[in-house]
């Protein structure tokens, strides 16, 4: 009987494929006029069969490849190939990237989605590594499985500037639903290094200290890279899998631009999401451990509840966000009664206070990416003094760590901050953490704060 079923769900898979060839063969047919009344974008979609998105990117035989899911897995998506691909050639700037971005975003197509992110600091030399990312990157990606309602659906997106029928046939003829066999392995770790080491870094945490004495800022996040390099080389996919399984209340994404080169992570923190004129955005910050018992669990959460240094850490924060909310929001919002609750994750627990607001009817996702990012949980308070100093300071190239990664649509958006992350090179992954300094932080403490935030990784590599 189970193997029927199989069998039934692999000739429905064969249907499904063949009926999206007859949509893309009638849609190419209508070339080059423009396609369909004069839409920037064709989005073909068809039902298939539930099946585990991670797995069948895995099994996917295209250089270019994506994977978003949403805090609560409700919206999960991979996607392969490019129908258009944004980078920075052109120039810089966040208003000129969304404004390329919706020039192909129309009400004719809401559900089409450009994936991607930004470097943390644009203006800083990027690394060897970092360097296929650019300042930004956006995609939209030539196929798509996703997740949603609990439909899944195989998308196929056609762009009006440019595509090939012969192209696009052959890579919807390489595109397989096979995923048994695939490889579930990780290498072995055969070495590993901090960037800097401890005691360098918390000679940057005591010269960050003193730095309070003159009043230059009041929080600086100074961040760590652990390289580790395995026996050969490590798939993206099945350590996100892993992770996927394991890290709760995260937002789960892949940017690969290349083979063997991808950048992954389980972020707890929205930067924010727009739906036309209401955004949501949080600001978390503050750590402990989870308990090994739910009295130990609550014991730590009261205890970091009424840390004096937490919640100083922590209003930095959402006092960050709230002066970017002074420029984006009507002038009768009301922030000032924001509660304080925890945000339990799998081994770690934040505090985190979130935002719920209407913007003025000007602001756009550009100002809203200029404005509030960094928060003071990944760069400092006041943010532009903390940005410099973590230039001095910082021995590594951040690249996309702890800057906006998310997706873009008609009249909606979501950005996280790409935190609890590694980038994918080969052989070697580099995991990135960092810690909130504030006056009465102890560099031994923050150092191994840095180890718990990193702990969800390491705990699947092993």
């Not at 797995?55 to 258009?84: C, H, I, M």
């Not at 991808?262 to 739906?275: D, H, N, Q, T, V």
């Not at 910050?285 to 669990?297: F, K, L, M, P, V």
């Not at 935002?355 to 756009?364: A, N, P, Q, R, T």
């Amino acid at each position: 009987m189970a193997h029927k079923c199989q069998q039934d769900k692999v000739d429905d898979i064969k249907q499904t494929v063949k009926l999206m060839a007859k949509k893309v063969e009638a849609a190419l047919a209508s070339s080059p006029k423009p396609l369909y009344q004069g839409q920037k974008i064709i989005r073909l979609t068809v039902q298939v069969p539930d099946q585990p998105l991670l797995p069948w990117l895995q099994s996917q035989n295209f250089s270019l490849k994506t994977y978003w899911s949403n805090r609560e897995n409700r919206f999960e998506v991979a996607g392969v190939g490019a129908a258009d691909y944004i980078g920075d050639t052109a120039g810089y700037g966040y208003r000129r990237v969304f404004d390329r971005l919706h020039n192909y975003l129309d009400h004719s197509n809401p559900d089409v989605r450009y994936y991607g992110g930004f470097k943390f600091a644009p203006n800083q030399t990027s690394h060897d590594s970092w360097k296929r990312f650019g300042r930004y990157y956006f995609v939209l990606p030539r196929f798509e499985l996703i997740k949603s309602k609990d439909k899944t659906l195989f998308v196929c997106n056609l762009h009006a500037d440019g595509y090939d029928h012969t192209s696009i046939m052959a890579q919807l003829e390489a595109i397989t639903f096979e995923t048994d066999g695939i490889d579930n392995g990780i290498p072995k770790i055969i070495s590993e290094k901090n960037f800097p080491g401890k005691s360098r870094w918390k000679a940057s945490v005591q010269s960050a200290l003193a730095a309070f004495e003159t009043q230059r800022y009041e929080k600086i996040v100074l961040a760590r890279k652990r390289a580790l390099e395995f026996s050969d080389n490590i798939n993206p996919f099945i350590i996100l899998q892993k992770l996927k399984d394991k890290a709760s209340n995260s937002y789960k994404f892949c940017f690969q631009p290349e083979d063997n080169l991808a950048f992954i992570g389980a972020s707890p923190e929205l930067l924010y999401y727009r739906k036309g004129r209401k955004l949501q955005s949080e600001a978390v910050a503050g750590t402990r451990t989870r308990g090994r018992t739910s009295q130990e669990d609550q014991s730590l959460g009261e205890e970091l509840l009424g840390s004096e240094k937490d919640l100083r850490e922590h209003r930095y924060v959402v006092d960050s966000v709230k002066d970017a909310f002074v420029s984006l929001t009507p002038p009768s919002l009301n922030c000032n009664n924001m509660s304080v609750s925890l945000l339990k994750l799998a081994r770690i627990q934040h505090l985190i206070a979130r935002f719920d607001i209407k913007l003025k009817d000007s602001v756009s996702d550009a100002e809203l990416i200029e404005t509030l990012h960094p928060t003071a949980a990944v760069g400092g308070y006041p943010k532009d003094k903390a940005v410099e100093e973590i230039g001095r300071l910082e021995e590594f190239n951040r690249g996309w760590y702890a800057a906006p990664v998310g997706w873009v649509k008609q009249d909606a958006a979501e950005f996280v901050v790409a935190i609890r992350c590694g980038l994918v090179k080969n052989n070697t992954l580099n995991l990135y953490s960092g810690a909130g300094i504030v006056r009465g932080s102890v560099p031994d403490n923050e150092w191994d704060e840095m180890n718990n935030k990193i702990d969800m990784f390491l705990s699947v590599l092993t």
